[in-house]
């Protein structure tokens, strides 16, 4: 095993493989407008004691969705966790332990998404306290490519922000259009968009319920609470829109 | 590694795994208003002599994308070749090598995804002529779970057409909004969009240039020449949109 490695280039030999997951788990502190991103302390070389995405290696016998879910259920409580997969890294070097002086043997890595809300996700406390909520500009050096890994997550999150409706099953049920230009701002950026564009954008689109209820935020005009239809939205399901 | 991988459940053995790549490579033949799939007839066993997705098992030292090339290159000729990583299938029992009383390792298939041009691909004939473009309603059943990362290409492709203006980069340079609309037929299915809609919508977004020179196709009214313009698309390339 190890000779054959050293001979890299040119060599008909098939690879070996572990598969690990990586979790790219996102939510929005919506009280303070920020996007966090869920790391944990690794425990173990290769890169012990540096923060990475929560991930595992694959066992005999499991599915990279039952993997995912497994490693995630050590670390967080949390209703409705949906992951999506995001992308495959795979290319040769991309682990120490590749390395001919080590097992030999390539790591490839399935990573996955979600978006969770951030009140009803509970971190699991361990006497290492090894799990915690970074802000994404405060994002530490990661352990293997787990940086590139989180950029791609992070693209995937700002698309499905412009194309889907991922946005209303996070925010509170009731919400101010300036609540939601406000989320969508968190994750996006500022003047990501004209705020009077983004609201009659949204609104035309048919699927916001005006409440009939106006609330005051801080020393604002009084605005109306809306819930996301999701009703008016089933017809439009699978038609192409944008949100922004 | 039998003995362990007889013990498929509760283990918390790690898996041992080979990772393949497998191409979704589609094309249009705008000539019939057909959409085509590239499809290899398998040599070796497992499937032996069933029609599959063109892939090949990741060597020692070898990228996936590498991997992805090399196999295409064998048995295709074509300019702009971007392939694009599409899904990772890797649930245990996808295989039947995967079984015990075979080599008892899973087998992992990174899928990728190109839109090619029907009139520049040119197909490497082999002795046993083993590559040809299928219609997609006329797939017959294929190798391993290749019907499932197909399905998952179809609908990447049909998205891609949504969101993103792929189909100018495989029409014809100069094309009527008639054939266009075609183009998108043959994909979406009839009906897809009202013709004028999907017209003033196209229009509208401004990339669309009128060279000024009409043609006459079959009985028609003389109809108005287009190309693509990437120096009007530039602005625009970031911004969500949809083209349907």
């Not at 497994?70 to 495959?88: C, G, M, P, W």
């Not at 989320?183 to 916001?208: A, H, V």
Request: positive net charge; without cysteine; glycine residues 6%.
């Amino acid at each position: 095993m190890t000779e054959s490695n050293t001979n890299r280039v040119n060599t008909k030999v098939l690879a070996d493989f572990k598969v690990g997951v990586d979790n790219v788990i996102f939510s929005v502190d919506t009280k303070q407008n920020r996007l966090l991103v869920l790391l944990s302390k690794r425990k173990e070389e290769p890169f012990q004691g540096y923060w990475g995405l929560p991930g595992t290696l694959v066992r005999q016998g499991e599915s990279l969705e039952q993997a995912a879910y497994r490693i995630l259920a050590e670390k967080i409580r949390v209703k409705n966790l949906y992951l999506e997969q995001l992308y495959t890294f795979a290319g040769p070097n991309r682990d120490p332990r590749e390395s001919p002086h080590s097992f030999g043997v390539r790591y490839l890595s399935v990573s996955y998404f979600a978006l969770v809300r951030f009140e009803e996700a509970e971190l699991i406390p361990e006497p290492s306290n090894n799990i915690t909520w970074y802000m994404i500009e405060k994002v530490p050096q990661l352990a293997f490519d787990h940086h590139q890994i989180l950029q791609y997550g992070y693209q995937r999150l700002r698309n499905k922000l412009e194309y889907s409706p991922i946005a209303f099953e996070v925010l509170p049920e009731l919400f101010t259009l300036s609540d939601l230009y406000q989320f969508y701002e968190t994750i996006l950026g500022n003047n990501f968009s004209d705020y009077s564009n983004f609201r009659n954008r949204l609104l035309k689109l048919g699927f916001l319920l005006d409440m009939g209820i106006k609330v005051t935020r801080g020393a604002g005009r009084p605005a109306s609470l809306y819930r996301f239809d999701p009703v008016a939205f089933a017809p439009l399901k699978d038609k192409p829109m944008v949100f922004i």
